[in-house]
């Protein structure tokens, strides 16, 4: 391969290798939605609850693959491992034994309800500037992003805290002590490297809270 040749290769993976991914990972995601949707039919468990998950994934996945193109990435593998560490985190969760009776039960099933719908209202808000590394895209202010500044992290705690009521054991307390830290760390370290826009900087100022009003 000539030298030119090779730089075009080079140029063309810069400009078409994050759109490449994209769709690996919208892939990957719609192949896990619809076995796992599948699975929960198979088993008769198919409910409000478990249909309001997988349209929360669907939107997730097909903003996955029209987002736009980071204008910044950070560049630190410990703060990107943070960030990776609190989105799959969830899957640790997958397949814990129940605890409880049917009050916990019903609440498990109403904190999910409502955890879905605002991560579905946060993923419409946020549109195609979602994104799992930390990184800088156009900044969204309005929706929830206008009451906190971190409403996604947020509802993905809320949705821990969910499934940790009807499965309470030593390994799910920890796990979602371990979860919930690290969406805490990844919300400041977050802040800190989008602080490089002032647009970003304005927004913190305007916007106070970062997971619950007049709290924290």
């Not at 088993?43 to 994934?57: D, H, T």
């Not at 039960?105 to 808000?125: D, H, Q, Y």
């Not at 009521?165 to 799910?172: D, G, I, Q």
């Not at 802040?191 to 619950?212: A, C, G, H, N, T």
Request: hydrophobic share 50%; net charge positive; aromatic share 12%.
């Amino acid at each position: 391969m000539t030298g030119e040749a090779q730089a075009s290769d080079q140029g063309w993976l810069r400009r078409h290798g994050q759109l490449l991914f994209n769709v690996w990972l919208f892939t990957v995601v719609l192949v896990w939605i619809g076995s796992e949707t599948h699975k929960t039919w198979v088993a008769g468990k198919l409910n409000y609850v478990e249909v309001s998950f997988a349209v929360q994934n669907l939107v997730m996945a097909g903003l996955i693959l029209v987002r736009t193109r980071h204008r910044a990435v950070d560049r630190s593998l410990w703060r990107q491992a943070v960030a990776l560490i609190a989105f799959f985190s969830g899957m640790a969760f997958i397949g814990q034994p129940t605890s409880g009776g049917e009050t916990a039960a019903r609440v498990s099933e109403g904190l999910t309800f409502a955890s879905n719908l605002l991560g579905l209202a946060t993923l419409l808000n946020l549109g195609r500037s979602f994104g799992i590394l930390i990184a800088l895209r156009k900044v969204r202010t309005g929706g929830l992003y206008s009451i906190v500044r971190h409403p996604m992290y947020g509802t993905d705690i809320l949705l821990r805290v969910g499934f940790l009521v009807s499965h309470v054991t030593p390994l799910t307390v920890a796990l979602f002590l371990v979860s919930s830290g690290c969406y805490v760390y990844r919300a400041m370290l977050e802040e800190k490297f989008l602080s490089q826009d002032p647009e970003y900087v304005e927004y913190m100022k305007r916007v106070r809270w970062r997971f619950i009003p007049f709290i924290f």
